[in-house]
């Protein structure tokens, strides 16, 4: 076996050369919120999903604090054989009642979580109808599964109705797969044209709701709080503890059989160690904290809404961002968009190209996690230095001469 033959490993090898001039890796010092210090330079920051800006709050510190004293570092083993503890079944019990369904199940990663589920959830006989945006691990869990895959246009409905009706007959079990919130474009799935189709055609509907819980909906219940559809019209509700949730792991969120199938069968699962206390413990008193302050979420909509103003204002792409906290400013090439983003770490604002291969390479961009811990003052500052790139830019094009 040649390491030349993994895929993928040749092409990387020609581009080695090149990777420490990408942006990549930088070692952050600090707490990642609204701000962030890199090499000792305390910059603004929107490359991190710490939302509601609560990570390194000391009520959730002590709560790990605690859960460490009782428990220790680890669960040391399955949850099924001696790995369980109070606290898991707590946080579970707290994510299915926030977000109005019977039960839930965590597992130790959120990529992880859509992986595993995924690839059990459906097998050869089915079919998967997945949105063209849906994040890596949903691509990896359906391939993981053998089912077959067939992408509807991005939020296209009458695409998504088009394949239902071709296929739905040829198939034994067909899931939908889509997100609450477009993780690269922070548009919303629609919701009530899912319900619609997924009943006509008697699909599951699973939505991945990592960046759509903890961000939108009363109190940040969610996608189907936003539409002000019942929760248990989803059959499947996952979600991430790592971005409002200041945690580490995923969930799967719906009914009481659905989950506990998952708890018994689930070899992601069952074959793998308990999530850990301190894990356990910060997801559970993040989301007690965002129970009992609403106001976090008005305060993450306001600056998002604030933040998407001031860009249009200037005349930039700001694609399909819609309502949600995650705002791109598309630049069109990855050497632009790596160019714009190292002008704005010179500004000491830290924003994340998001270049080929994870978009398209006309359609690269600079993304923005907005969080509730933005001040007006900080999302200013970051409009005026965009303004400034963007008149260096045209300055540096209005010098261009061709011979
Ligand atoms: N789903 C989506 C839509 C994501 O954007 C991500 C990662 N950001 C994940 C799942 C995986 O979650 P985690 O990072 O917690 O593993």
């Known amino acids: 076996m040649s390491l030349n033959l993994i895929p993928g490993f040749t092409d990387f090898q020609r581009t080695y050369s090149e990777l420490s001039q990408l942006p990549f890796f930088r070692i952050n010092e600090g707490i ?22 609560l990570n390194g709050m000391s009520e959730i510190n002590y709560a790990v604090m605690q859960a460490l004293n009782q428990y220790g570092t680890s669960v040391s083993g399955s949850r099924l054989l001696s790995g369980e503890i109070l606290l898991h079944q707590k946080l579970e019990q707290k994510i299915a009642d926030f977000i109005g369904v019977e039960d839930c199940l965590v597992q130790v990663g959120g990529h992880s979580t859509n992986v595993n589920t995924i690839g059990q959830l459906v097998c050869t006989q ?51 797969i889509v997100e609450g919130v477009y993780s690269m474009d922070g548009d919303l799935c629609k919701l009530p044209e899912l319900v619609v189709l997924k009943k006509k055609y008697q699909a ?61 069968n689930l070899s992601g699962f069952v074959f793998s160690v308990g999530m850990s206390p301190s894990n356990a413990a910060a ?56 160019w714009f983003a ?44 965009i303004k400034e790139i963007l008149e260096e830019e045209k300055h540096m094009h209005s010098n261009e001469c061709y011979i």
């Open 283 to 338: 997801a559970y008193e993040s989301l007690d904290i965002i129970e009992k302050c609403p106001d976090l979420i008005e305060r993450l909509t306001k600056n998002a809404e604030y933040f998407l103003k001031k860009l249009k204002a200037l005349g930039v792409d700001t694609g399909l961002s819609d309502q949600s906290p995650i705002i791109p400013l598309l630049i069109g090439e990855s050497e632009k968009a790596l």
């Open 126 to 176: 089915d079919l998967v109808v997945c949105d063209a945006l849906v994040h890596n691990s949903i691509i990896q869990g359906i391939r993981l599964s053998g089912a077959k895959m067939i992408r509807f246009k991005h939020n296209d409905m009458s695409h998504l109705e088009q394949i239902l009706e071709r296929f739905r007959k040829k198939f034994q079990n067909v899931l939908v």
């Open 342 to 385: 190292e002008k704005l770490y010179d500004k000491q604002i830290n924003a994340m190209p998001i270049i080929y291969p994870a978009v398209k390479e006309t359609e690269a961009r600079i993304r923005f996690f907005m969080t509730a811990a933005h001040t007006k003052q900080d999302l200013d500052q970051t409009i005026q230095a």
């Open 204 to 264: 599951l509907l699973m939505i991945d709701e990592a960046h759509s819980i903890g961000t939108i909906g009363v109190g940040g219940r969610g996608i189907t709080s936003y539409y002000q559809t019942d929760a248990d019209e989803v059959d499947i509700l996952m979600g991430s503890l790592s971005k409002s949730l200041n945690s580490c792991g995923g969930y799967i969120a719906g009914g009481k059989s659905l989950i506990t199938f998952l708890r018994y």
């Open 32 to 53: 990642a919120s609204n701000h962030i210090t890199v090499k000792g330079r305390k910059m603004i920051n929107y490359s991190t999903y710490n939302y509601l800006g």
